[in-house]
C-alpha cells in the first residue's frame, strides 16, 4: 500500500459476506501498517463480527485524498473492543475517479461576482468535489463562478471556482457549484471536515 495516501482518520468500508447478502461496515483508520490496518469498528454492527472471524477474506474500500483503493483483505484480528485488523494483498485497484463524501453543513459561502457585486449565501451540505447552497440571487445555469467558503470559524476563507449545475428538482433558491479550480490542501481540509461531521453523527447514534 502507498502508505503516504492512508492515514490516521480515514474512511475505510468492509464489504463482509454474511450469507444471504453482503453488508458494508463504515470504519476508520486507527493504525496504519504495511501490510495491515487497524481499524474502529462500530457497537452498533457487532451482531456482524462473528462473520468477521480470523482468516475471513473481505474487500476494503480506503477512501484516501489520491482515490479509492480496493483491497482483497483477510481479518487478521477479529472485531473486540471497537477494533478489527485487516491485512492485505500488495495488489490492489485504485479508482481514479473521486468519489466524495457528502455530509449536511450549514456556513458561509460567498459568490463573487465583479460586476454585480458579492453575494452571500449559506451552504447546505458539502464534499470535496463541490457544494449545495441556498441563494435568493438568481445565479445562471452552467456559468462559472469565483467564490469563498468558510469551513473555520476566524480563519482564511477557501477560495474555488466551480460551475453551477442545473438541478430541475431543486427549489428555486438551491443551487450546486462544482468545483472546477481548488487548491488540493483545501480540498483535504473539506474532506477531513466531512469525516469529522460523519463521525459525529456515528458516535452519536451508537450512545
Known amino acids: 500500500m502507498a502508505l503516504s495516501a492512508v492515514k490516521r482518520g480515514q474512511k475505510v468500508q468492509i464489504e463482509v459476506d454474511i450469507g444471504i447478502s453482503k453488508i458494508v461496515i463504515d470504519c476508520y483508520i486507527l493504525e496504519p501498517d504495511s501490510d495491515r490496518l487497524t481499524l474502529s469498528f462500530p457497537a ?56 466524495y463524501l457528502r455530509m449536511p453543513f450549514i456556513s458561509d459561502f460567498f459568490i463573487i461576482r465583479e460586476e454585480e457585486g458579492n453575494v452571500k449565501t449559506a451552504t447546505v451540505d458539502l464534499s470535496g468535489g ?15 463562478y469565483k467564490a469563498q467558503l468558510r469551513i473555520v470559524p476566524y480563519e482564511p476563507m477557501i477560495k474555488v471556482e466551480g460551475t453551477i449545475l442545473k438541478k430541475n428538482f431543486y427549489r428555486a433558491n438551491e443551487y450546486v457549484m462544482e468545483f472546477l479550480k481548488i487548491e488540493e490542501k483545501d480540498r483535504d481540509k473539506i474532506i477531513q471536515k466531512c469525516l469529522t461531521i460523519e463521525r459525529i453523527q456515528r458516535l452519536k447514534q451508537d450512545s
Open 44 to 99: 452498533s454492527k457487532n451482531e456482524y463480527a462473528p462473520y468477521l472471524s480470523e482468516g475471513t477474506e473481505i474487500k476494503a474500500f480506503v477512501y484516501s485524498f489520491t482515490g479509492i483503493m480496493i483491497f482483497d483483505s483477510i481479518v487478521f484480528d477479529p472485531p473486540y473492543n471497537g477494533e478489527i485488523v485487516i491485512e492485505f494483498s500488495e495488489h490492489h485497484q485504485v479508482i481514479q475517479r473521486r468519489k
Open 130 to 144: 463541490g457544494v449545495r447552497f441556498l441563494c435568493e440571487t438568481p445565479l445562471v445555469p452552467d456559468k462559472i
